[in-house]
């Protein structure tokens, strides 16, 4: 926090709540989430926080505490709230694509964000909703009836408007079985995971002759100022190479974990079963396997 640190600092306190779930570390978490303008989250803590603080019988107590309800109401300016109503037989909801594990009530930024609602059959129910901040919004949602997959046919000779025949065959639809693996979708997630994987391993590389560059060079001042008093050492270059340097890992390391979830969907793709059902739809896929 003296180096103001914001993230790392959010990091560390994130530790301390994972090893004690105390609500001094989780009001820590609400403050430093509202300073990186992360409200919703900032949101959920503080509601947390002041919820679990005692009454204060102190001064000080009593300072801390308006302190806290300040903060929440601070941050409940800056978000909106989505009042979930699922329908009947839900087994899971999601908003903007993240699973809701508490409640009903859930943060959110200011905008416009896409709530779903996964039943037990597998029906999914799909709405848009747009919040400002400072509002609370109900989001109702409702089951499609699904469509009959299989219908019996009608016996021969059985009245009816036409005279009894062959079926005319359907037409593919986009939910089609999938006949087997495109070698094309094949090819190109197999080069894209391994280039991935070569440039992160690439990056790492680098960053691993910074961070050497880095020491070798603070060594050498250290060494210069205690030979010579007058020696001024470039404490800039210093800085830059090391910053170089976790710049050069993080771009190696978010390569290598792009790399492998794209050879890793691209497996699922090749051994997905033949009977297995994809929908593609603006915001991504729904694949339904049968097994």
């Not at 914001?6 to 609400?30: D, F, P, Q």
């Not at 200011?110 to 400002?132: C, F, I, L, N, W």
């Not at 170089?244 to 079963?273: D, E, H, N, Q, R």
Request: with cysteine; proline share 7%.
């Amino acid at each position: 926090m003296a180096r103001l640190d914001i993230a790392r600092a959010r990091e560390l306190w994130a530790e301390v709540y994972e090893i004690e779930r105390s609500n001094v570390a989780m009001c820590t978490l609400g403050q430093l989430d509202a300073r990186m303008g992360r409200w919703a989250d900032a949101m959920v803590e503080l509601s947390q926080c002041v919820d679990q603080m005692p009454a204060p019988r102190t001064k000080q107590q009593r300072s801390l505490y308006e302190q806290r309800h300040a903060d929440l109401a601070r941050a409940r300016r800056r978000v909106g709230e989505v009042v979930l109503v699922p329908p009947p037989g839900v087994v899971g909801m999601l908003v903007n694509g993240r699973g809701v594990k508490d409640g009903r009530r859930v943060y959110v930024a200011p905008g416009q964000h896409e709530v779903t609602a996964v039943g037990e059959d597998g029906q999914v129910a799909r709405t848009s909703v747009k919040v400002e901040a400072g509002e609370s919004k109900p989001v109702p949602l409702t089951f499609d009836k699904p469509a009959p997959e299989d219908r019996a046919q009608a016996p021969k000779g059985a009245p009816g408007p036409r005279a009894p025949g062959p079926a005319a065959p359907k037409a593919p639809h986009q939910g089609a079985a999938r006949p087997g693996a495109d070698f094309r979708i094949v090819a190109t997630g197999a080069m894209a995971s391994a280039g991935l994987l070569v440039t992160g391993a690439v990056f790492l590389q680098s960053a691993q002759g910074y961070e050497q560059e880095s020491t070798a060079a603070g060594y050498h001042a250290q060494t210069m100022s205690k030979l010579d008093p007058a020696f001024q050492p470039d404490y800039n270059e210093i800085i830059d190479t090391a910053a170089s340097g976790k710049l050069m890992s993080l771009l190696g390391t978010s390569s290598l974990i792009v790399g492998a979830a794209a050879c890793v969907a691209t497996l699922v793709y090749v051994w997905l079963p033949n009977d297995t059902q994809i929908r593609v739809a603006t915001h991504g896929a729904e694949v339904r396997v049968r097994w």
